[in-house]
């Protein structure tokens, strides 16, 4: 068991790692209100749900399970109504708290409905893919979606406590693993040449297995670091959108179904490289390198979507202040820096 703490003053909490937890999560728990509303997907839900409600019972807790469908589709204001309906029903007050089991969706929508029901109630975090282990499920960003683009509706609501079981990820189709190495690229590419160059020594999934929880550990503590330093997204929090601009437009482009949130971000963080190296701001043969690793776990470099469409999507990203797109460049492997500019710039 390991454990990475977060420094957030009143809003500390500790991300724990340690195999087959998934099974023994009543014993992390350790919290005084007697409800729990467990929130995750039926595909989630149908390997996992059963152990965990399990455990958290035999820990002395009463447990309320709401499955609702796989997909970003799930993620809008749809179906926040009815979610709303069941924690009334199962009368959870301010002393109970959600946990989310799943994936980036059920992990941003269950901490918005804690961040907004009741004015704020607790939530743990159970990320069960790779993506929401070393990404969406530290550092408190939760979310829905709007048709006119991804996470437009959000708060900052840090959970109280994230646990990690490396194991889950065996049951993840190669597909969402693939997925989630898009975000562990980025934390190379942006803060750690070292970790960029391990994955390309590993060389694919099949290398990458035996140093995988060294992996996640290292990916959580560089996100760690930053949110400890800019917990609202105001500053350096920024550089983790590496990609995501180019990448979420993408996604709205079509529709979230068609293309993965992985898929696009490894697109983006090669469109703005190779947008950012014709300009002179980042050292050439930068975005080659990206491409090549980005290969080596499956993931692409580009996509046939018009450009003159993904534009218009990256005017509406929440990232704009006032008439700036506060953009993510590299300046190599390793080293990150925010670039003011707009729309234009990916023309």
Known sequence: MRKLHVDLGKNSYDIIFDRGLISRVGEYVGRDGKKLFVMTDDNVGAIYADRVVSSLEKAGYEVSLCVLPHGEKTKSFDVLPAVYARLLQEKITRKDALVALGGGVIGDLCGFVAATYLRGVGFIQIPTSLLAQVDSSIGGKVAVDLPEGKNLVGAFWQPETVLIDVDVLGTLSDAFFTDGMAEVIKYGCIKDKKLFDTLAACGG?????????????????????VVEKDEKDKGERMLLNFGHTYGHALEKYYGFEKLSHGNAVAIGMYVITSLAEKRGLTAKGTADEIARVCAMYGLPDSDPAPESEVVKGIANDKKNLGDKLVTVLLKEIGDSYLYPTTAEFFV
């Open 205 to 225: 999934k099949k290398g990458l297995v035996p140093v995988l929880d060294d992996v996640i550990y290292r990916c959580c503590d560089i996100k760690r670091g």
